[in-house]
Each structure stands twice: as C-alpha cells, then as structure tokens.
C-alpha cells in the first residue's frame, strides 16, 4: 500500500491548545487507524509557547508514533502586520511546494479559517485537495467585535477568501448546524460534515486531588464558592465586562472568589479587576499548562464563558464549555454563542445572558445561586453527561475517519 502523504497545516504553535486540546486528537486517533497516512505538520511557532531543543526532540519523537512529520516555522507578529503575515505565507508555500515535489502530497488540511484562507491558495496553486477542518467566519467575528472594521483591508480580504474557501473547498467541517446550514444556502460544492470543537473525555473530567492541590495553594477552604474564568479578554472576547459581571455577583454574594486563568498577563488583568471595584484578595490570576487546566477547572463550581452575543457567533464552536462540562462545571454564556447556550438550558447545566452587564448579570443570579446550592456530586454527573454527549470526541472519531479515508 502506497503511503497517503497529507499536510497539516496550522497557523498556531504546536503547544497552543487550540490545536494542541483540539486537532491533534483527531490527528493521533487518524494516525493510527490508518497506517498508510503520513501526515507532514506545519506550525508557526510563537514565543508564549517556545520549547526547549529538548522540548522539541520529544515532540518529534511524540509525533512520529502517529506518523507525524513536523515542520515548525516562526510565527511573525508586531510592526507592519500584513507585511510579516505575507512573509509567513511565503514560508509556508515555499514549503508545501517542497512537499508536493519531493514527497508526493497530495492534499492539504487546514485548522481555521485564517489557516484555512492560506491553505486554501496553496492548494488552488499546487492541485491539492482541500479540507478546511473548524470552518468559521473569522472575519464577521473581528467585524462584530470592532477589532476590524468592514472597509480595513484585513477584513475584505479575510472575508474573500473565506467565502472562495467556503463555496470551493473539496471538505469541510464545521462546529454547529448553524454553520452547516449556511454553507447548504450557499450551494457549496463541498462535503460538508458537523465537527465541533471536541473534548478528550477520558482527560478532561473532574479530579478531586487537583480541586484540592489548586485550592490549598489559594488558601481557599473547600466550601468556599469559586468562579472560574478560562481564557483570554480582549479582541473577540469580552475585557472589562468580565469584571462588572464579577462585581455584580459580589454584591449578591461577598464570600465569592473569582479565579482566572488567561494567557494574558497578570497586570494587565489585575488592573481591569481593580478597576470595577474588586479587591486583590476576591481574586487570583494566573496560567496553566494545557495539561493542569482539568485541575484548575476542578477547583471552581461555576464557569463563565466570556463570548460576546453578535449574530456572527452562532457559528462559532469554542472548545471552552466542552472542558467545563466534562469536569463537571456548569457555566454562563451569551444567547446565540455557537449551541452552548441551547445546551445550558436543555441539560439545567449553566444561565444564559444576553450581554455582560450588571443588569443581566443580577438577573441570572437566582439560576448560579440555585447551581451553587446544588449537590456537588449530583451536579458534576449531569454536567458530565451533556459534556460528553455535546463535546465528547469518542463519538466523533468515526466522522474524522471518513474525511482522512477521502485524503
């Protein structure tokens, strides 16, 4: 049997977790179920996530258990932007032209949609098959969130080339129907196939030992309530919001502590506490590597999802809920965030806002308190159960195998 050579290609750091947590499950499971696969893996390696040459000899030796080749190139950010970002492009296609000549792809697979945009030229350039693996609207959610207006270049040119991806791609896949939905009102010639952001649910679930570990390193008894907030502020995320709908359930309930964990830099997110009134012992900030993130999540007994509600997030599929469902924690999101609110509500595991306001954020309290209230046991059982029915990857396993077999 002739080896399938495919590219992976990824505009993140191979340690980032929205690859790392997301794509190279399904990378590994595919890997191994289908030996003649020989995946070759770009990555555009960014400083928060550097390796160590030691680091970096134990992935290759990790990737090449599941027949992967990786291709790590620098990531370009900064100072005249677009320029740096045409430069990346260069690299890549110098690359995936090597690839194409010298090892016989003959297909290539994108993570996103601004991956998928770069992707997509190449494989137009050099005859590949496309598959744009998390197919989203990147563009509409920077617009939505004002990080892009709608005449930037940026934008138009995102925008373009999603859609051209979008209506031409060989496959795709995507996190919610709503997505699946607009692609059929396009007429897409693509097969297109629902592929949410999923969760290892053997990894991701509740851990009692670290629930204990992150709480003694906080000083924070057992029974105190802990809301956590995962993730980054800023951008297509809500910043000093998060702080106001912190305030407002203080007023509810003093004792509350809030636990953040976000790449983003301590002070920075400190000041936006500070700022809406918290004080520094109501709240701790701080980063976890991928792989302790179930302890952290362990620790607290309620989430927040800090998703702005724009009608462009319908279609998004954040990995977020996922990992608090399966360690069972209920959680808060915005009405119309990907399914996740239709989620909250259909399983009694999370309130639903329409807005990060303090208005909002007092009328939802009765839901959390009642939630807070609930038997611990009781409740991490159910959120475990919709966690895994909505995110659990073990059942969609079988769909990444159909596209791989099609590569």
């Known amino acids: ?17 929205l690859f790392k947590g997301n794509l190279l499950l399904l990378l590994q499971h595919v890997g191994l179920q289908q030996p003649d696969l020989r995946l070759h893996l770009i990555t555009y390696e960014q400083d928060e996530y550097a390796l160590s040459p030691d680091q970096q000899r134990q992935r290759h030796q990790d990737f090449a258990q599941y027949h992967i080749h990786w291709h790590p190139l620098r990531w370009h950010s900064g100072r005249f932007k677009l320029l740096k970002k045409a430069y990346d492009l260069a690299m890549g296609i110098g690359l995936v032209l090597r690839l194409k000549l010298f090892s016989g792809a003959r297909a290539i697979v994108s993570l996103g949609t601004i991956a998928g945009s770069f992707a997509y030229l190449m494989a137009r350039l050099f005859g590949l098959r496309y598959y744009g693996y998390q197919y989203e609207p990147h563009s509409e959610f920077m617009r939505d969130c004002r990080v892009w207006s709608e005449n930037s270049l940026a934008y138009k040119g995102l925008h373009y080339l999603e859609r051209a991806s979008g209506m031409n791609a060989d496959i795709l896949s995507t996190g919610t129907g709503h997505m ?17 952001s999923c969760v290892d649910e053997a990894k991701m679930q509740f851990r009692p030992a670290g629930r204990q570990r992150i709480r003694q390193q906080l000083g924070l008894a057992d029974d105190r309530p802990v809301i956590l907030y ?3 502020f800023g951008g297509i995320y809500y910043e000093r919001e998060v702080a106001v709908l912190f305030r407002t359930f203080l007023a509810e309930r003093p004792d509350l502590f809030f636990l953040i964990v976000s790449p983003d830099t301590a002070d920075y997110v400190q000041n936006l506490m500070i700022a809406e009134g918290l004080l520094p012992q109501q709240f701790a ?27 462009s997030q319908r279609f998004r599929s954040p990995i977020k809920v996922g990992e608090y469902l399966c360690c069972g924690l209920p959680y808060l999101v915005c009405a119309g965030v990907s ?19 303090t208005a909002e954020a007092a009328r939802v309290w009765p839901g959390i308190r009642q939630l807070l209230a609930e038997d611990k046991e009781t409740l ?28």
């Open 380 to 407: 991490r059982a159910r959120c475990r159960e919709a966690g895994i029915e909505y995110r659990g990857l073990a059942q969609y396993l079988p769909t990444a195998e159909g596209i791989f077999a099609q590569l």
């Open 1 to 17: 049997m002739s080896p399938r050579v495919i590219i992976i290609y990824v505009y993140n750091s191979c340690d980032d977790p």
């Open 339 to 357: 399914e996740d609110d239709r989620v909250a509500e259909q399983y009694g595991v999370g309130v639903v806002v329409s807005e990060f306001s």
């Open 180 to 196: 699946v939905q607009r692609l059929q009102a396009w007429g897409s010639r693509a097969q297109v196939y629902k592929l949410p």
């Open 285 to 311: 900030v701080t980063r976890s590597p991928y792989e302790q993130v179930p302890d952290y999540i362990s620790a607290a007994d309620f989430g927040v999802v800090a998703v702005p509600s724009f009608p």
């Open 230 to 232: 995962l993730g980054k």
